[in-house]
C-alpha cells in the first residue's frame, strides 16, 4: 500500500531583519561576526510563534488538499509556547478541524520535524490522514552566530493514502546521541559546541549512513535524486555530503540561509515544501534531518504535484517580505533587552480558563452564526439575529469566518494603549459575505499605515501574553492583503 504527501503548504513572515544590522551592532564585541552579516534573516512580529505559523502553514497545506477529513494533527517543534498543555490542540481548534482525531507534540530534536513526518507515513499505512506542521521561533543570545543564522518559519504536509502528489519511495533512521547543541530544562538559550568538529564528526559521519540505507530501502541510486534537502545553516555543507554519497551537485537544494535563515526542526519540512513547488513529476525529493542521529526520506513527485502546488507556498512567502533594519525593535519584541513599558503594561492580563473552554469554538476557531431564518452573518454568534428586520431567537447556525475575504471599513492607530510594538492598530473589519467585528490589525507597517477599503484576510495570533503565569491568548487578527513578490508598500 503506497503512502503519500496529498498536500503541502508554508510560511514564512513578513519581516526581514538586515544582517548587516546585527553585525554591525555586535562586531565591537565579535569582530568574527561581520563574516555571517550578508543577506537577511525572517523573523516573527511581537504577536507570532512556532504555534501561529504552522496553523498558517497548515491552513494553506488544507486549502489545496482533496483529502476528506483529517484523523491527526502532528506538530513539531522545539520552542513549544506551552510545556503542558498540547500545543497541537490549540493548531488543531484553529483549523477547526473538530474533536474526533489525535493530536501529538513532537519534540526534543532538531530532527523533530522528520520525525514526525515519519510518523505520520506510518500512520498513513494503517488509513489516517494526518496533518504534519513545524514551526519554529528560536531565541538566541545576542552577538552570537546563531542570532544571524537562524530563522523563523514554519512548513506543513497532508499525508494520506495514496501516492499524492509526492508518493514515498523508501525511508531510514540512524539513531546516535551526538550532542552538537542542547537547551536545558528552564534554559533559555541553546549551549553550542565547536563547529569544525560537529562537522566532521557529526554531518560528515552520520548522514551519509542514513542516506545510504533510506536509497536501499527506496531502491534507487544516488544518481537518481533531483532535489537534496539538508537542513543546515553550515556553508558548503551539503556539497561535501553530496559528493560523500555520489548525490549529484545540481540536486542540491538551497538552504535558504540568504533569505530566511535556519528555522530548526521545521527547516526540514520549509525544504521539503519548497523542493515540491519546484518539482515535474519524476523528480525524486531527499529530505533530511538532523539531530541525535539523521532521518532520510525520498519521495517520488507525481502527476498530480502541478495540482497540489500551493498558491503562495515558501517561495510566495519569501518573495512577501519587508526589510527592517531596526535592531533595537528586534532585541525589544523578543524580550531579549528589558525595556520600560509603562503603567498600562502592567494591568493583569489573567485568562479565565472557564469562559476561554465555554467559548474555544467563537475565539480559537473564529466562528459566528448565520440565522436560519434570514440569512443573515454575525460575529460573533447570539441568541438573537442581529438583523433589526428579523430579531430571530436561537435561529444561528455555525459560521465560519476565518477563511472569508473582508475590508476595512474604519480603523485607529493608537499609540496610547499598550503593545509591544506601537502603535497599536485596530478597526471595523466588514466581512465579505456579511457580519462585521472590531478586530485588531497587524503586520502593518507603520510608515505606510492603512486605508479604509483596503483588503484583509484573518490571521491566528497572540492577542495577549500574561507573563504572571505564562500564558499566551490566541485570537484572530486582520492583516492587509497584498500580492506576491510585493512589498507592503507595493501592494
Known amino acids: 500500500m503506497s503512502v503519500g504527501i496529498h498536500a503541502f503548504g508554508g510560511y ?22 561581520r563574516g555571517l552579516g550578508k543577506g537577511e534573516r525572517s523573523i516573527c512580529n511581537w504577536d507570532e510563534d512556532s504555534v501561529t505559523m504552522a496553523v498558517e502553514a497548515a491552513r494553506e497545506a488544507l486549502g489545496g488538499t482533496g483529502v476528506d477529513g483529517i484523523d491527526a494533527v502532528y506538530f513539531a517543534s522545539t520552542t513549544l509556547p506551552f510545556q503542558d498543555r498540547q500545543n497541537a490542540g490549540i493548531i488543531a481548534e484553529a483549523l477547526h478541524l473538530g474533536s474526533d482525531l489525535l493530536t ?13 513526518l515519519t510518523a505520520a507515513l506510518k500512520a498513513a499505512t494503517g488509513g489516517d490522514r494526518v496533518v504534519v506542521a513545524g514551526g519554529e521561533k528560536r531565541r538566541t ?37 551526538f550532542v552538537d547543541h542542547y537547551r536545558g530544562q528552564d534554559e533559555a538559550f541553546d549551549y ?27 531502491g534507487v541510486t544516488a544518481a537518481d535524486i533531483t532535489h537534496f534537502c539538508l537542513p543546515l545553516a553550515a556553508a558548503r555543507v551539503a556539497g561535501m555530503i553530496a559528493k560523500k554519497c555520489g548525490l549529484s ?15 530548526g526542526s521545521a527547516q526540514p519540512l520549509i525544504m521539503l515544501v519548497h523542493a515540491l513547488e519546484d518539482a515535474k513529476p519524476g523528480d525524486k525529493i531527499l529530505v533530511t534531518g538532523f539531530g541525535q542521529g539523521c532521518d532520510a526520506l525520498i519521495f517520488e513527485a507525481t502527476d498530480a504535484i502541478n495540482d497540489a502546488k500551493p498558491a503562495n507556498g515558501i517561495s510566495g512567502h519569501l518573495a512577501r517580505r519587508r526589510e527592517e533594519t531596526n535592531y533595537n525593535r528586534f ?13 498600562r503594561s502592567e494591568v493583569d492580563k489573567q485568562t479565565g480558563l472557564t469562559t476561554l473552554y465555554r467559548n474555544k469554538e467563537m475565539l480559537l476557531s473564529l466562528i459566528g452564526g448565520k440565522c436560519s431564518e434570514c440569512g443573515t452573518l454575525q460575529y460573533p454568534k447570539t441568541n438573537v439575529c442581529a438583523n433589526p428586520n428579523c430579531g430571530a431567537v436561537n435561529s444561528q447556525e455555525d459560521q465560519p469566518f476565518s477563511e472569508m ?15 509591544p510594538d506601537p502603535p497599536a492598530f485596530y478597526g471595523m473589519v466588514q466581512f465579505e459575505d456579511g457580519g462585521r467585528s472590531m478586530l485588531d490589525v497587524t503586520d502593518v507597517d507603520p510608515a505606510v499605515g492603512l486605508e479604509v477599503g483596503q483588503p484583509l484576510r484573518m490571521v491566528f495570533r497572540i492577542k495577549e501574553f500574561d507573563t504572571k503565569r505564562g500564558f499566551r491568548r490566541y485570537f484572530w487578527k486582520a492583516t492587509p492583503v497584498t500580492e506576491l513578490g510585493t512589498t507592503q508598500e507595493g501592494a
Open 141 to 177: 543570545k545576542s552577538a552570537s552566530p546563531m542570532e544571524l543564522t537562524a530563522g523563523d518559519g514554519a512548513g506543513a504536509v497532508v499525508v494520506a493514502e495514496g501516492d499524492g502528489a509526492a508518493k514515498l519511495l523508501g525511508r531510514a533512521t540512524h539513531a546516535v546521541d
Open 104 to 116: 501529538m507534540d513532537i519534540a526534543g530534536s532538531q530532527r523533530a520535524g522528520t520525525t514526525a
Open 192 to 218: 553550542v559546541w565547536e563547529e569544525r568538529w560537529i562537522r566532521d564528526e557529526g554531518y560528515l559521519k552520520i548522514i551519509p549512513i542514513a542516506i545510504a540505507a533510506a536509497l536501499e530501502a527506496a
Open 12 to 33: 514564512v513572515p513578513i519581516q526581514r531583519l538586515q544582517r548587516k544590522a546585527i553585525a554591525d551592532a555586535n562586531a565591537w564585541f565579535n569582530p568574527g561576526l
Open 249 to 263: 551537485d545540481e540536486s542540491v537544494r538551497d538552504n535558504l540561509q540568504g533569505k530566511l535563515g535556519e528555522a
Open 405 to 419: 475575504p473582508a475590508k476595512l471599513n474604519s480603523f485607529t492607530a493608537d499609540s496610547l494603549t499598550f503593545s
Open 331 to 343: 532585541l525589544g519584541v523578543n524580550n531579549l533587552v528589558t525595556m520600560e513599558q509603562g503603567l
